[in-house]
């Protein structure tokens, strides 16, 4: 349990997924949490958990240890311009997981010298399953060891350098999206071939958990466990060939690469 104070400002879905992922961990007692957003009746199921909910972003600021910035990229300069005397570059960390604010911008924003992450997870940190991609700027060891304590509590969190947090926006956030379309598209597919929805939706979400805790526990790649289903002249293939095909991986590709020039064209 890390005993900090923490604040997140905006309760939208990416803040309350945080506030909850640290509830559920342990990580932080309830009363160590606040919360902000305009309209604090929609953080009713935290309030009554106990954590701290708050419209004024000011006094949340000035009562935590670390501040989690989760506003919508359109508002970040504005907001926390407002707020930047509420920050103390001696006792606090900010962590922005807002999507395409820079670390430079990030700081000429609030303080100089202020210890700040950028932090992008994804919204599976509400049932501690996220990839977080972290990087920092005036940071010390000690500070860069408790945000990924943090984020190791919600899942798994990897250090790269900030140029590639756009890429890891996409693989990772986005990404969530993408699976959840290819679960989606089997399930129509089991109905098809005489499953219910309930029943489809459960094997294909099993299947899907299943085949990525293969390449996490056995550190494997793909193609090496596919090989292991695939028979000559078995139903596998032939499926798989199909859906190549169709263009499965080709528009798996282009979509990636579509929604990354979204983010750095705008």
Request: aromatic residues 4%.
């Amino acid at each position: 349990m890390s005993g900090k104070k923490i604040a997140i400002i905006g309760g939208g879905n990416l803040g309350s997924a945080i506030a909850e992922g640290l509830l559920k961990s342990g990580f932080s007692k309830a009363g160590e949490i606040t919360v902000t957003k305009r309209n604090v009746a929609t953080l009713a199921a935290l309030r009554e958990q106990g954590v701290h909910v708050e419209s004024d972003n000011a006094k949340a600021i000035r009562e935590a240890d670390v501040v989690v910035v989760a506003l919508k990229p359109y508002n970040v300069k504005e907001v926390l311009t407002e707020l930047r005397a509420s920050f103390d570059a001696e006792k606090q960390l900010l962590i922005s997981v807002v999507t395409g604010v820079l670390l430079d911008d990030l700081e000429k924003i609030t303080l100089p010298g202020l210890p700040i992450f950028r932090a992008m997870p994804n919204t599976a940190i509400a049932i501690q399953e996220s990839i977080t991609c972290i990087c920092g700027r005036n940071v010390t060891e000690e500070q860069t060891a408790f945000v990924k304590e943090m984020f190791d509590q919600l899942g798994v969190t990897v250090a790269i350098d900030e140029k590639l947090m756009d890429a890891a926006t996409v693989l990772g956030a986005c990404g969530i999206a993408y699976a959840l379309r290819f679960i989606r598209a089997s399930i129509q597919g089991g109905i098809e071939i005489g499953f219910d929805a309930a029943t489809a939706n459960l094997i294909a979400a099993q299947t899907v958990k299943g085949a990525a805790e293969l390449l996490i526990k056995g550190n494997r790649h793909p193609e090496a466990e596919i090989d292991k289903v695939t028979t000559p002249k078995g139903c596998t293939i032939a499926g798989l060939n199909e859906m190549e095909h169709q263009g499965f991986s080709s528009s798996l590709i282009k979509g990636i690469t579509s929604s990354y020039n979204k983010i750095i064209k705008g």
